[in-house]
């Protein structure tokens, strides 16, 4: 079985660790625990000031003022920013729950956190815009950058995934304080972009999650180790951050059924909110792994949503899951230069394959140790997820959509 990447500084690249402050007193940008707690607890300052306001008025003890909260956490000094926000030791204490490592909050200034890795593009600022709608004018949204090394195998892409904090930070401010009704209605944006060794300050964790069969088929019998990485970022994400809700992109669709399996099996204190596909104009899904196709597999690469589109064309012609499947594969298998991963019909929340196709892995391929072979009924109903996977030269791909069969 392939071997994580190891957690150390040096996955980390240098060019990710310096990024200029936010030009916008309503955006904090924070690396590391410590600075995260001080900005979060700005929201913890405000819900008691809120609450002493309600009980009669009394003085504003961590300033409820917005702009006045902002300036304390930014100043131009992200250091000084944290200081000026109040210690992390006080954080802790703020507002009567454990700070960063304790549990999520009910009540307070309402919080989202949208889970990225950066590069952002369209369909993370889609995310964003979600996050921002559900938390309103004075709530918080944290957007977190963290190419997270524990869920790349050996060999997979970690060190040339694109890192581009200063553009993202950028491209965040520029959401917020666009005019009008593009912009960003919330009340604060805090980025945070921590290092390996503040994610994983003791190296590699020692306490790890179990994914569970759903992570053993489809994009976990070509990678493995995938979600497990995944799940235990993304469970120390939801506690440092303690958000209200926590937005997840339909294209991730695996990922998406694990998150919600593991906030339910674990009762994680979350909601967790699925966004849909952002697709460019000729219909390929947004990546930020596209950045490495080449003009020609650009267009290659179409394939993958021209499958889709088959699939779902069967379906309104009333074949049956493995009629779709078959639509979806005879699509990719003609395309120049994609090499077909898997296409598979399952249902979105268990990942039961319904094609009969020994979940969509090509050629009868072997599952991996440990693989749990999930039956599914003969009659599924509701929506169903077509999913694929494809390389287009030496890129990955993933693309999938929800279809109705009749
Ligand atoms: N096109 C998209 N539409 C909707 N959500 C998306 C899209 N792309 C990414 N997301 C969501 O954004 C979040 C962060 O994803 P990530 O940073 O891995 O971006 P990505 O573009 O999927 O990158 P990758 O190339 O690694 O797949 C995930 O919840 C993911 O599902
Ligand atoms: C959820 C996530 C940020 C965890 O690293 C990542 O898997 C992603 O970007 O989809
Ligand atoms: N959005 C998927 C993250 C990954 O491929 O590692």
Same mark, same amino acid.
């Given at each position: 079985?392939?071997?994580?990447?190891?957690?150390?500084?040096?996955?980390?690249?240098?060019?990710?660790?310096?990024?200029?402050?936010?030009?916008?007193?309503? !955006?904090?940008?924070?690396?590391?625990?410590?600075?995260? *707690?001080?900005?979060?607890?700005?929201?913890?300052?405000?819900? &008691?000031? @809120?609450?002493?306001?309600?009980?009669?008025?009394? @003085?504003?003890?961590?300033?409820?003022?917005?702009?006045?909260?902002?300036?304390?956490?930014?100043?131009?000094? &992200?250091?000084?920013?944290?200081?000026?926000?109040?210690? *992390?030791?006080?954080?802790?204490?703020?507002?009567?729950?454990?700070?960063?490592?304790?549990?999520?909050?009910?009540?307070?200034?309402?919080?989202?956190?949208?889970?990225?890795?950066?590069?952002?593009?369209?369909?993370?600022?889609?995310?964003?815009?979600?996050?921002?709608?559900?938390?309103?004018?004075?709530?918080?949204?944290?957007?977190?950058?963290?190419?997270?090394?524990?869920?790349?195998?050996?060999?997979?892409?970690? $060190?040339?995934?694109?890192?581009?904090?200063?553009? $993202?930070?950028?491209?965040?401010?520029?959401?917020?304080? *666009?005019?009008?009704?593009?912009?960003?209605?919330?009340?604060?944006?805090?980025?945070?972009?921590?290092?390996?060794?503040?994610?994983?300050?003791?190296?590699?964790?020692?306490? +790890?999650?179990?994914?569970?069969?759903?992570?053993?088929?489809?994009?976990?019998?070509?990678?493995?180790?995938?979600?497990?990485?995944?799940?235990?970022?993304?469970?120390?994400?939801?506690?440092?951050? +303690?958000?209200?809700?926590?937005?997840?992109?339909?294209? $991730?669709?695996?990922?998406?059924?694990?998150?919600?399996?593991?906030?339910?099996?674990?009762?994680?204190?979350?909601?967790? !909110?699925?966004?849909?596909?952002?697709?460019?104009?000729?219909?390929?899904?947004?990546?930020?792994?596209?950045?490495?196709?080449?003009?020609?597999?650009?267009?290659?690469?179409?394939?993958?949503?021209?499958?889709?589109?088959?699939?779902?064309?069967?379906? &309104?012609?009333?074949?049956?899951?493995?009629?779709? +499947?078959?639509?979806?594969?005879?699509?990719?298998?003609?395309?120049?230069?994609?090499?077909?991963?898997?296409?598979?019909?399952? @249902?979105?929340?268990?990942?039961?394959?319904?094609?009969?196709?020994?979940?969509?892995?090509?050629?009868?391929?072997?599952?991996?140790?440990?693989?749990?072979?999930?039956?599914?009924?003969?009659?599924?109903?509701?929506?169903?997820?077509?999913?694929?996977?494809? &390389?287009?030269?030496?890129?990955?791909?993933?693309?999938?959509?929800?279809?109705?069969?009749?």
């Amino acid at each position: 079985m392939p071997m994580t990447t190891p957690v150390s500084p040096a996955s980390a690249p240098a060019s990710a660790s310096a990024a200029p402050a936010p030009r916008c007193d309503r !955006v904090t940008l924070v690396r590391s625990r410590d600075e995260l *707690a001080a900005a979060l607890a700005v929201d913890e300052g405000a819900d &008691r000031a @809120d609450r002493a306001d309600s009980v009669g008025g009394a @003085d504003r003890v961590g300033g409820g003022d917005k702009t006045d909260r902002a300036d304390r956490v930014n100043g131009g000094d &992200r250091a000084d920013g944290a200081a000026k926000a109040g210690s *992390a030791g006080a954080a802790r204490h703020a507002g009567g729950f454990a700070g960063a490592g304790g549990v999520p909050r009910a009540g307070g200034v309402p919080r989202a956190v949208v889970m990225t890795m950066g590069a952002l593009h369209q369909g993370h600022f889609d995310l964003v815009a979600e996050a921002a709608r559900r938390v309103g004018a004075d709530g918080t949204v944290v957007v977190t950058i963290f190419v997270n090394p524990l869920q790349f195998a050996a060999g997979e892409d970690l $060190d040339a995934y694109p890192r581009t904090l200063e553009a $993202d930070v950028e491209g965040l401010t520029a959401a917020l304080r *666009a005019p009008g009704e593009d912009g960003l209605a919330v009340g604060r944006l805090i980025v945070f972009a921590p290092a390996p060794e503040v994610m994983y300050p003791n190296g590699e964790p020692s306490v +790890r999650l179990d994914p569970g069969p759903i992570a053993t088929v489809l994009e976990g019998a070509t990678r493995p180790t995938h979600f497990a990485g995944v799940l235990q970022v993304v469970l120390t994400l939801m506690h440092l951050t +303690r958000p209200h809700w926590a937005l997840f992109g339909r294209k $991730d669709a695996q990922q998406l059924a694990l998150v919600r399996a593991m906030v339910r099996d674990l009762a994680v204190p979350v909601e967790i !909110v699925p966004v849909d596909i952002r697709r460019e104009p000729d219909g390929l899904a947004m990546s930020s792994r596209n950045a490495y196709l080449s003009a020609r597999e650009r267009e290659q690469a179409l394939a993958l949503s021209q499958a889709l589109a088959a699939g779902r064309e069967a379906a &309104r012609a009333g074949a049956d899951a493995a009629g779709v +499947r078959t639509a979806a594969l005879e699509v990719l298998e003609k395309a120049p230069g994609v090499e077909v991963d898997y296409a598979a019909v399952v @249902d979105p929340d268990s990942f039961v394959d319904l094609s009969g196709a020994g979940l969509g892995l090509p050629g009868g391929s072997v599952q991996p140790a440990g693989a749990v072979e999930l039956a599914g009924p003969s009659q599924p109903v509701g929506p169903v997820l077509l999913a694929l996977a494809a &390389r287009v030269g030496t890129t990955r791909l993933i693309d999938n959509a929800l279809i109705d069969l009749r």
